[in-house]
């Protein structure tokens, strides 16, 4: 960067020196490969990381002669709009919690205060709720995946979601109290024939259920094996 001096002559011969700093886009990079994140640097130094979405915005490129201040006001509008245009993708593709959100916007190269910002006001406006997130993880839990609460507590933690508003969510449609029946369902599903009971619990474990469950509900399944090997049709419950 450098300063470069202006001067008029006032008609009491006065000169006036103007400083204004300025600076030549020297690089333009990503921070690593196939990254959001773009570092700019200016005459040849590091001197702001932000999105590659906000330098589209910006119309910036590397050679460009710029006023620093200039660019600052530049840079921080296209950021304001990029920032909220990410959130919004984001959030389009399935629903997301507070903390992945912010995580996921703060790798495309946001600035942590400008990110804390934008997720405040997704959360007041709605658009971002951990409750609403809980939940539908913990219905998909209940529902497709079939999967123990054990490993739904776990993959809410892994987003950041408290364990208040996950226990919450997982009490409402997986209580603890329905643990083994849940189990013995599956085992009944997932059985088969000449089925050991390890092995049936062992894959039980897998989706979640805590290993004294899953011996229970694989040997209550594989009981309603015949003699014969074949399955009964409609075991008593």
């Not at 209580?175 to 088969?192: D, N, Q």
Request: hydrophobic residues 40%; proline residues 2%.
């Amino acid at each position: 960067m450098r300063s470069v001096g202006y001067g008029r002559t006032s008609r009491h011969r006065r000169v006036v020196r103007f400083l204004v700093s300025v600076g030549v886009i020297t690089s333009i990079t990503a921070v690593r490969i196939g990254g959001r994140a773009r570092i700019i640097e200016i005459d040849g130094h590091a001197w702001r990381t932000t999105s590659a979405a906000t330098v589209r915005l910006a119309g910036i490129k590397e050679g460009d002669v710029v006023s620093l201040e200039t660019l600052q006001e530049q840079l921080d509008e296209a950021e304001r709009q990029a920032l909220r245009d990410r959130a919004l993708a984001v959030l389009g593709y399935r629903e997301r919690s507070v903390s992945e959100l912010r995580s996921k916007l703060l790798e495309d190269g946001y600035p942590s205060e400008s990110v804390a910002s934008t997720v405040s006001a997704f959360e007041r406006s709605g658009l971002v709720d951990d409750e609403r997130f809980a939940e539908s993880v913990a219905r998909s839990a209940a529902g497709l995946r079939a999967i123990g609460r054990r490993r739904a507590e776990r993959d809410l933690a892994s987003r950041g979601v408290s364990d208040e508003i996950a226990a919450a969510a997982l009490d409402m449609y997986i209580p603890a109290e329905g643990e083994h029946a849940r189990a013995v369902a599956l085992a009944r599903r997932l059985r088969k024939p000449d089925e050991r009971v390890d092995r049936l619990a062992a894959r039980l474990v897998r989706k979640g259920y805590a290993p004294f469950v899953a011996f229970e509900a694989a040997r209550e399944a594989l009981s309603d094996v015949q003699d014969d090997g074949t399955l009964d049709e409609y075991p008593d419950i």
